[in-house]
């Protein structure tokens, strides 16, 4: 009987903590469907206001600050890639800089709207749909940033080396995630919304 | 106006047929019931349009999936009746075959055009039946679902009746649908398939009788607790019958002498914030317009027959007949309640 | 037989223990096998909870205008019922075979993530503990209730919080919300495993039809189940934070609930009936002692029907006022279904034909369940028709159609698993004389009680209510149906039975007891912990049959 050939699925790219993160991205992507639908559905539909273009300003800042700490979170992976810790923890610093800053900028953004406008989760279908929409999102943006700054605490610790590379890259890859549904809430809520 | 609708096929031998089972399954069936037969509001008995459309496309595609039952069932059964394994079979085993390209072409293809012609009579008959514009000439009536009873208005004439629905024959009945509280779904199987009644939605519906008699039917959509006791009843009329209903209704109460105590208790108690009764009080909307009740046969939504012992008992425990239903019972004493059932027992 | 099996890999080492030491090491398990059987046990737990609240209602229906059971307390059956039996019954014993088997079939040692593994089993547990948890704590403020009762759907606004006051209806949110985290969790678990440890030789083309068919089985649950997580999060912030999404007094929508509810609840019938034909595809073969006819048309099927199975929901919303365009559009690409069921269902046949059919136990379950599901996919067809199905949805006629698919379907093909698979998880065979009776006083009962329901549908009986008036000419079906009720309750009672008369006997079943084709048989009943001490050579998608027909393996035919 001649040799049946191996497949040496260990060493694929396709290897189970991608596979796995990658099932996870998918699903959450249907989560986050929902709230998009459901905010399509109800725009235009809110029998009182405040209604979106009146309270609402373009996140340049935020939105800046989040698509920029996905570069950096991938330069941090190259760095480690490379072994080179010291840059590697910088970057990881800075995706964690720019992460809160979004997260400040929500912060900002919704105190202006809960205490400025009166906009709340039950005022109308519009704050219904905002608050959880964004709120969600916000949510895996601030989960994406307590994974990123335990990666950066254990890199400080000298805990990481090019060896964990892989790890920290499906952290990153739950981190472009959050980025790409930015993306799409952007879209929905600020542009097709207003 | 109470007998059923006159064509029922199949009813006595039916009913023979009921007593049979019923010995059979005598510990489950109590005696009193075998005999009850009322109209039996079965799609295959339909008194009029879309019914008998939805009959006849329904009963085609019940053909076409008679036919393929009869030869897949036919298939399973030859297969597993001739293949079976046999004491003499011994240890070898039977040829491998790993499949067949033309077979399998052929069991794609063949149902893929059943599904094809199919899909393009369901799609006719969807264009066909399904109407959201009134049609010329047709009765508008306004449907309203609550938990758990049915408001029904009749715009052109001016007035609002409950549960049972008086429709003329050869008339096509074009139904608006809405709902004050949760989802229901109107059905009367041998008029027409159910539709939804949602709340902030304008739903239609319509009916064109062919059949003079009384069919029934009820809520469809899971709506509470009294979801089971939600019953509709339509009484199909000849159109000069039907406009003598619709002139009496439009008028006002009468109050007949020997009623005055009852209606002032129900002038002088919380009755009127729910029901209507035009010419006593008209603020009522939250329960069914009481002006003409007794023109009604049932009480409740169709919980139990109208007459007076009953309306004693429905106003003095509404939980008796309904359990869990909107109306609370008013702690008026016996003699309150008995003079109150009077003067319901007089708006005729 | 020409080739001897292997039957190495010793036995766990099964020293007397002390009853917590077997606690603690069951509670504590992250062994695919372990969970696996958890997931079943605790399934067919729920599955007699179910079963009885079943009984329940139809006592209470047996006779016209009964007052055995108050009116919501029927209506809360209906819904424990319906609930139970999807999220906490066909989920947990799909989700059971799929642990239990992946790794054995794919020549793994365990699942891709044993710990997730296992959180998933306890999520869905504790998910399933907290819904039942309503019938004692959810008295709420209002004292309003115990368990819910809005229905397994939960349609709004009856759902919200100005029609279902007290908490019952939260403790129908959490409950399933939770053991939605655990099926979601264990869907990655089974996509990454088949994806990523197969064995050396186990291409994709080679997999076996029941790991192919869990595949696509974990991509509808991991696309379907985070829908219904969202609808009952907005649900949650309806009833708690004062949200409006389904609140019709404020603008919100009805038929959105409902959209949402379907787009996650017909996957979901994908999602309990593709494993059913997967235990089918495998057992089917090896009692017709015949390689399974058409592998790869079997393969493109699921996943078609996988593909379909997204696109059809709103057949379930034809009667809420769609306009003609979506109404034609669903009703046709419903009937589309039928395409892949049926070239699913011919080659099952087209596999037994020409074989030698052993009647044994699990075959006897997996013929029934094929002129079963024949009718179930057959009173589909009818009910997708959308005029028809204006008459016939909400009817009991629905009742029988998706009780053909899950009982006469899932539910048949779930026991034929049962025999087929005791073997291999305990060592033990099932007693063919108990199971013919089970198997005879289900199959009565079920068609006592579930053909009759097409007949109530058809004379106009709505579903869910506890009540009809006596002259509707109802009472003999309903009557019919009550008593096959308590035949089936008697047929699944016998499987019982023969569960606990297997653990009364030696276990003497071997590694492959049934003479089969796949890699579960290459190793011990049950298997060791690390499941293989050493694997067959896997060039075919029958790597036994190879084994033991070396003059004529697979891989020259395929």
């Known amino acids: 009987m001649s040799q049946a050939p191996a497949l040496l699925l260990e060493e694929s790219p396709w290897n189970r903590g991608r596979v796995g993160m990658a099932c996870l991205i998918f699903g959450e992507s249907t989560f986050f469907c929902v709230f998009v639908v459901a905010y399509l559905f109800y725009i235009g539909k809110s029998a009182t206001g405040p209604q979106p273009g009146d309270v609402l300003e373009f996140p340049w800042l935020a939105t800046a600050c989040l698509l920029s700490s996905s570069l950096s979170a991938g330069l941090a992976v190259s760095a480690l890639a490379r072994s080179q810790a010291v840059r590697a923890s910088l970057m990881l610093a800075i995706t964690v800089g720019l992460g809160s800053a979004f997260i400040a900028a929500t912060a900002v953004e919704w105190s202006g709207l809960i205490y400025g406008h009166g906009l709340t989760l039950g005022t109308n279908l519009f704050g219904t749909t905002f608050y959880s929409l964004v709120g969600f999102h916000a949510a895996h943006v601030i989960l994406g940033l307590l994974m990123l700054s335990l990666v950066l605490a254990l890199t400080l610790a000298g805990r990481v080396s090019a060896e964990h590379t892989e790890r920290v890259e499906m952290v990153t890859w739950y981190w472009h995630f959050v980025d790409a549904v930015w993306i799409v809430v952007l879209t929905t809520v600020y542009v097709v919304g207003v | 106006m109470r007998e059923g609708v006159t064509s029922h096929p199949g009813n006595e031998g039916h009913g023979r047929g009921r007593a049979v089972i019923a010995l059979l399954l005598g510990s489950w069936i109590g005696p009193a019931s075998v005999h009850a037969q009322g109209p039996v509001p079965s799609i295959l008995d339909p008194v009029a349009q879309p019914a008998q459309a939805v009959l006849d496309y329904g009963l085609l595609l019940v053909l076409v999936c008679a036919v393929i039952f009869v030869l897949v069932m036919g298939a399973l059964v030859v297969t597993v009746i001739r293949f079976r394994a046999r004491a003499g079979d011994g240890e070898r085993e039977p040829p491998q075959v790993y499949g067949s390209d033309q077979l399998e072409l052929a069991w794609t293809v063949a149902p893929v055009l059943v599904v094809i012609v199919l899909g393009l009579i369901t799609a006719g008959r969807i264009v066909a039946l399904q109407k959201s514009e009134a049609p010329a000439g047709s009765l508008a009536i306004r449907v309203t679902g609550h938990q758990w009873w049915w408001e029904l208005e009749y715009p052109e004439y001016g007035f609002t009746t409950a549960n049972e629905l008086h429709l003329p024959v050869g008339r096509v009945a074009f139904l608006e649908l809405e709902s004050q509280d949760v989802i229901h779904s109107f059905w009367l199987p041998q008029l027409s398939g159910k539709t939804d009644l949602i709340p902030n939605r304008r739903n239609t519906m319509w009916i064109e009788p062919h059949q003079v008699g009384m069919v029934v039917g009820q809520c469809a959509e899971y709506c509470g607790t009294q979801h089971a006791n939600m019953l509709l009843r339509v009484f199909i009329h000849e159109e000069a019958e039907f406009e003598r209903w619709a002139r009496d209704q439009q008028k006002e109460a009468r109050t007949l002498p020997g009623t005055e105590a009852g209606r002032a208790i129900f002038a002088n108690t919380a009755c009127v914030n729910c029901h209507t009764v035009r010419g006593v009080s008209e603020i009522g909307r939250f329960g069914p317009d009481l002006t003409h009740l007794m023109s009604r046969t049932t009480l409740a939504a169709g919980a139990a027959s109208n007459d007076r012992a009953n309306l004693i008992d429905w106003i003095g425990n509404p939980d008796h007949f309904k359990p869990g239903a909107r109306m609370p019972a008013m702690k008026l004493d016996s003699a309150q309640v008995a003079q109150v059932a009077d003067y319901l027992a007089s708006l005729e | ?558």
């Open chain 3, 1 to 558: 037989m020409s080739a001897s099996l292997r039957t190495d890999g010793a036995r766990e080492i099964s020293s007397p223990e002390r009853s917590g030491s077997v606690l603690h090491a069951w509670v504590t398990t992250v062994d695919h096998k372990k969970l696996g059987i958890l997931y079943i046990a605790a399934g067919l737990l729920f599955f007699v909870i179910g079963g009885i609240e079943a009984i329940m209602m139809r006592a209470q229906l047996a006779q016209a205008a009964n007052t055995l059971l108050e009116p919501q307390e029927f209506n809360r059956l209906f819904t424990m019922h319906g609930t139970t039996m999807v999220f906490l019954v066909g989920m947990p014993i799909v989700t059971g075979f799929g642990n239990y088997l992946i790794p054995l079939m794919i020549g793994a040692r365990d699942m891709a993530f044993p710990r997730l593994n296992a959180w998933g089993f306890w999520m869905f547990l504790f998910g399933g503990l907290v819904l039942y948890m309503s019938y004692f704590a959810s008295m709420g403020l209002y004292g309003a209730g115990t368990a819910p009762d809005v229905g397994w759907f939960a349609y709004s606004p009856l759902a919200g919080k100005a029609f279902s006051r007290g908490n019952a209806t939260d403790y129908w949110i959490l409950g399933i919300l939770i053991s939605g985290f655990g099926s979601i969790s264990g869907a990655i678990n089974m996509l990454t495993t088949t994806l990523t440890m197969r064995c050396p030789g186990m291409t994709m083309n080679r997999l076996p039809l029941f790991v192919w068919m869990m595949l696509v089985v974990s991509f509808l649950m991991l696309l379907a189940l985070p829908v219904l997580t969202g609808a009952q999060v907005m649900l949650l912030f309806d009833r708690f934070l004062g949200a409006h999404f389904f609140d019709t007094q404020a603008g919100g929508d009805a038929v959105l609930w409902q959209h949402f509810f379907w787009f996650f609840g017909h996957p979901e019938v994908y999602i309990l009936m593709i494993p059913g034909f997967a235990y089918a595809s495998e057992i089917i073969p090896v009692f017709s002692r015949k390689v399974i006819f058409g592998y790869s048309f079997m393969v493109a099927a699921t996943l078609a029907i996988g593909l379909v199975a997204v696109g059809v929901w709103a057949h379930h919303m034809f009667t809420v006022g769609m306009g003609q365009g979506l109404n034609i559009w669903f009703a046709v690409i419903t009937m589309l279904v039928g395409v892949p069921t049926g070239i699913k269902l011919f080659n099952w046949i087209a596999t037994m034909y020409g074989g030698r059919i052993q009647l044994r136990m699990p075959m006897v379950f997996c013929i029934a369940f094929l002129g079963q599901f024949l009718i179930a996919g057959l009173t589909g067809i009818l009910l997708s028709g959308a005029p028809l199905n204006w008459q016939l949805s909400d009817s009991y006629f629905v009742v029988a159609h998706f009780h053909y698919v899950l009982i006469g379907g899932l539910v048949f093909t779930v026991f034929a698993a049962c025999y087929y698979w005791f073997p291999k998880m305990t060592g033990r065979m099932l007693s063919e004389k108990i199971g013919r009776w089970h198997f005879w006083l289900f199959f009565i009962g079920f068609h006592l009680t579930f053909t009759t329901m097409h007949v109530q549908g058809v004379l106009g009986m709505p579903r869910r209510i506890y009540t009809y008036p006596a002259e509707r000419g109802w009472e003999v079906w309903n009557a019919i149906s009550s008593t096959g009720a308590i035949l089936q309750g008697l047929g699944v009672a016998c499987f019982f039975v023969a569960v606990i008369v297997a653990f009364r006997r030696p276990a003497q079943a071997g590694p492959d007891p049934w003479n089969a084709w796949t890699l579960e048989w290459s190793t011990s009943s049950p298997p060791p912990a690390y499941n293989f001490l050493s694997l067959p050579e896997v060039r075919s998608r029958r790597p036994l049959w190879d084994l033991k027909h070396p003059d004529d393996p697979d891989w020259e035919h395929e």
